[in-house]
């Protein structure tokens, strides 16, 4: 009778254990991410510009490099959720992570080119009300070039101004997505004071909450 | 002084949001709980706050909940 599994002590079992059910264990974990993976990069095709063959070749990387570190982390799976969606995640990130370098090995956009003509346009700024918000957006550039860091500088240009996504700057920058999702949480609050303050936004100067 | 709303939300940021490293951590099951409707914003309301505001990690949110949907 093939191996299949009831329930996470199922999987737990047959991963852990050798012999036949392991092995079958193994093919149907593997089976599963290439799966997931495959139905994961072609939501994610459009921005990707790839397809069919270098698709499929992503969505096999990223499953067998999910499955590694699956087996590597057996043991600290606590049960919080069912096997199945915990394995789901670390084939979402190997996904996620290989689009990322991806775009930087491919980029689309330039990292460091200062694309300030973009900004109203990144933030709605409609042209026929330039009038308006010309002095917000000067204010804006003055406060990117006065009040931020070199470092916080270099990943607001990338980002904001020219289009690079976030995963992309973190392998730019040998970096992690929670540093830099962080440095562009400090960038924010920071722009959002100084506009604030010199009266250019409206509301509190900490603008928390919504 | 304007109404600027898309750079005001781009520009606002919520001290509940626990970053990325936290909100993945807990990925699997806030997305179980979102698909049983299971008060995930309720039990989890930093996660929550920082799907709002993280385009990579929301991204990766909607490609698991699409995973556990979709699943056998």
Request: hydrophobic residues 45%; aromatic residues 8%; glycine residues 8%.
């Amino acid at each position: 009778m093939p191996w299949s599994a009831e329930d996470d002590q199922d999987w737990l079992r047959a991963l852990r254990g050798s012999g036949a059910a392991h092995e079958e264990a193994l093919g149907t974990l593997h089976a599963l991410l290439v799966r997931v993976a495959r139905t994961e990069v072609h939501r994610r095709s459009a921005r990707l510009r790839l397809a069919g063959p270098e698709l499929d070749d992503l969505a096999h990387q990223a499953a067998a490099d999910a499955m590694v570190a699956i087996l590597g982390k057996l043991e600290t799976f606590r049960g919080e959720s069912r096997f199945t969606t915990w394995v789901y995640r670390f084939v979402i990130f190997e996904v996620s992570s290989k689009v990322g370098r991806h775009f930087w090995r491919n980029p689309t956009v330039p990292m460091d080119k200062e694309s300030w003509d973009l900004l109203p346009d990144r933030f709605g700024l409609e042209p026929t009300r330039e009038a308006e918000w010309r002095d917000l957006a000067d204010a804006v550039r003055r406060a990117v070039d006065t009040e931020l860091t070199p470092r916080q500088r270099q990943v607001f240009v990338a980002i904001v101004l020219n289009g690079v996504p976030l995963d992309t700057m973190v392998t730019e920058l040998g970096s992690s997505r929670n540093a830099i999702y962080k440095t562009m949480f400090d960038v924010r609050r920071k722009l959002r004071a100084h506009l604030v303050t010199n009266g250019y936004l409206n509301g509190d100067v900490g603008g928390e909450g919504s | 002084m304007g109404d600027w709303p898309a750079l005001d939300a781009f520009l606002r940021t919520d001290p509940a949001d626990v970053g990325c490293e936290q909100a993945l951590a807990m990925l699997h099951v806030y997305a179980e709980l979102v698909d049983a409707a299971g008060g995930a914003e309720d039990r989890f309301p930093g996660v929550a706050a920082h799907l709002r505001a993280c385009g990579p990690c929301a991204d990766d949110f909607d490609g698991l909940l699409a995973a556990v949907r979709s699943a056998p």
